[in-house]
């Protein structure tokens, strides 16, 4: 649709007199015109006297027991019918990009993701639109699929290697799975890294299934060498309760490095490598398919993707 970049005219840039013409075309009165746009009757005339001057011509006969449109008035309300209500739902449009940008976000992500990226992902939306209102509920990888397939999430981030049918997905980050033991743990102390398939039958202290984290693990030993894992040691349902077991001497884990980086740092966790095993992994948003990001889960998207 071409666009023009031509000024408007005078005569045309304040449609409040064109909408005065057309409720006192419709109500037959200026008074009733000038109450029905919450105006004076003083001011709704005098925007109506400037309309005229504006077209050049004579638009309202006043009469003692009312006003009505001279010819002319009938003309120029005909055209100006489909000019008030373009801008009228233009006014609407506008209304509903800010509702749509101001607007609530509910956010359903997964622990890591959670833990070590939202936090300035949400930072730096607070920056771009403080008047959003951010609701964050954190679970698994499952749980967080199935918030955002019921609906009650507008937006998902995820851990899993696969995405839950009927979620369009894109990767935000990727993230390394590390392997940890406790100072005192057998491995901590000797020189070669344990093996796959020695992983593999270790029980290990480990997230609930459905966890993103025990998924990317079971698959990942599974794809190297069809291994499937041991039964877990001590199963919990967040990383915090995993390093304070691992940390106690309970047994190894496996979890995501950005969650231990602490805990190396001060060497009250000993991270090892595994011979031969990929551990890294997609982080990923997902959101309904065939149902685009609007508004504020839309810009936190953006925001995830430029790596804020």
Do not use: C
Not at 180 to 194: F, G, I, K, Y
Request: net charge neutral.
């Amino acid at each position: 649709m071409p666009m023009s970049s031509r000024p408007l005219p005078r005569s045309v840039r304040d449609l409040t007199g064109y909408e005065l013409l057309l409720s006192v075309a419709e109500l037959g009165s200026i008074g009733q015109a000038a109450g029905s746009h919450g105006m004076s009757q003083p001011a709704a005339s005098a925007r109506l006297r400037q309309l005229e001057a504006d077209v050049g011509t004579a638009l309202l006969e006043r009469r003692a027991r009312g006003t009505r449109l001279t010819t002319a008035g009938e003309l120029v309300a005909s055209w100006a019918q489909a000019t008030v209500e373009a801008a009228s739902d233009l006014a609407a449009g506008i209304a509903a990009l800010r509702a749509d940008r101001h607007g609530h976000v509910r956010i359903a992500a997964s622990l890591t993701v959670a833990e070590y990226l939202l936090p300035r992902w949400l930072i730096a939306l607070r920056a771009s639109d403080p008047e959003t209102v951010v609701a964050l509920d954190s679970g698994n990888s499952a749980e967080v699929a199935t918030s955002v397939l019921a609906g009650t999430a507008d937006i998902g981030f995820v851990e899993s290697p696969e995405v839950a049918s009927g979620l369009s997905a894109r990767e935000v980050a990727r993230d390394e799975l590390a392997l940890v033991v406790a100072p005192s743990h057998p491995w901590a102390s000797r020189r070669r890294e344990p093996r796959a398939e020695e992983l593999a039958a270790t029980s290990l202290v480990s997230r609930e299934r459905g966890s993103g984290t025990r998924w990317a693990l079971e698959r990942a030993l599974r794809e190297h060498a069809g291994l499937e894992t041991a039964e877990p040691l001590l199963e919990v349902s967040s990383t915090t309760a995993i390093k304070a077991a691992v940390t106690g001497g309970i047994g190894p884990a496996v979890l995501s490095a950005r969650a231990v980086s602490t805990e190396l740092a001060a060497g009250t966790l000993v991270r090892l490598g595994v011979t031969e095993l990929d551990l890294t992994r997609s982080l990923r948003a997902v959101w309904p398919e065939g149902t685009p990001l609007r508004g504020p889960a839309r810009d936190l998207l953006a925001i995830a993707l430029r790596g804020e």
